[in-house]
């Protein structure tokens, strides 16, 4: 009977030794994620911010595009999602413009969205200059003159502006990349995995993002 204890105890932690060395690792600052240097104000309370800066003419935040709405609606109550279309120093941008301006009018569902990502990457209308933009707008019965004065005011160059700012405020150097609660950054590129497709890296970091998320909601207590 002792043998056989002796047995089952032995099966037994062998088994949680297996079961440890086989869960994930947390993620490593500055692997998985990044610990930004200088923390960035944040507006949301007791939840939690998440900020994606991200680009419509980029192929890889089309891709994560699916998983990242699935993620940020498994979160629900807990987190307050924010986009933030990137920018480039002394260029105009009409995909960006288009971003600003569906916002500014109240009429960028996530429906719309996931729209401006497939017309630039699956029917490839690149949406690269402001005639293009305006007749795809117009199709998603969106008032095109209305849109026409927004996206040309002054507002916009406002929001223009900050995009550019906060880009260096955060030092986003590469898209999509994820700013948790104004300290933490991370990026399906940055995910530790042993991923053999980009999916699994879009997926991978979400588990990374679930652990920021705990993190961040306890530092706010």
């Not at 993620?27 to 923390?39: Q, R, S």
């Given at each position: 009977?002792?043998?056989?204890?002796?047995?089952?105890?032995?099966?037994?932690?062998?088994?949680?030794?297996?079961?440890?060395?086989?869960?994930?690792?947390?993620?490593?600052?500055?692997?998985?994620?990044?610990?930004?240097?200088?923390?960035?104000?944040?507006?949301?309370?007791?939840?939690?911010?998440?900020?994606?800066f991200f680009d419509y003419a980029c192929?890889?935040?089309?891709?994560?595009?699916?998983?990242?709405?699935?993620?940020?609606?498994?979160?629900?109550?807990?987190?307050?999602?924010?986009?933030?279309?990137?920018?480039?120093?002394?260029?105009?941008?009409?995909?960006?413009?288009?971003?600003?301006?569906?916002?500014?009018?109240?009429?960028?569902?996530?429906?719309?969205?996931?729209?401006?990502?497939?017309?630039?990457?699956?029917?490839?209308?690149?949406?690269?200059?402001?005639?293009?933009?305006?007749?795809?707008?117009?199709?998603?019965?969106?008032?095109?003159?209305?849109?026409?004065?927004?996206?040309?005011?002054?507002?916009?160059?406002?929001?223009?502006?900050?995009?550019?700012?906060?880009?260096?405020?955060?030092?986003?150097?590469?898209?999509?990349?994820?700013?948790?609660?104004?300290?933490?950054?991370?990026?399906?590129?940055?995910?530790?995995?042993?991923?053999?497709?980009?999916?699994?890296?879009?997926?991978?970091?979400?588990?990374?993002?679930?652990?920021?998320?705990?993190?961040?909601?306890?530092?706010k207590k």
């Open positions: 009977m002792r043998f056989l204890k002796f047995i089952l105890t032995a099966v037994t932690l062998s088994a949680v030794a297996f079961t440890a060395s086989a869960s994930p690792t947390s993620p490593k600052d500055g692997v998985e994620y990044k610990t930004l240097a200088a923390p960035q104000p944040v507006d949301t309370g007791k939840k939690v911010e998440i900020i994606e192929p890889h935040c089309a891709g994560f595009d699916a998983t990242l709405n699935a993620w940020v609606k498994k979160q629900g109550d807990n987190i307050v999602f924010k986009r933030v279309h990137i920018g480039r120093q002394n260029a105009d941008l009409p995909q960006e413009k288009m971003f600003y301006t569906l916002q500014a009018m109240g009429v960028l569902t996530p429906e719309l969205h996931t729209k401006i990502f497939n017309e630039i990457h699956v029917n490839h209308n690149r949406m690269n200059r402001d005639e293009l933009v305006f007749d795809f707008v117009a199709k998603q019965g969106v008032d095109k003159q209305k849109f026409i004065d927004t996206y040309r005011g002054f507002g916009i160059v406002g929001h223009l502006r900050k995009a550019m700012s906060m880009m260096d405020a955060y030092n986003v150097e590469f898209w999509p990349l994820l700013a948790v609660d104004g300290k933490y950054v991370t990026a399906p590129s940055m995910a530790e995995s042993n991923a053999n497709s980009e999916a699994q890296l879009n997926e991978a970091v979400t588990q990374v993002l679930d652990v920021l998320v705990t993190k961040a909601k306890a530092e």
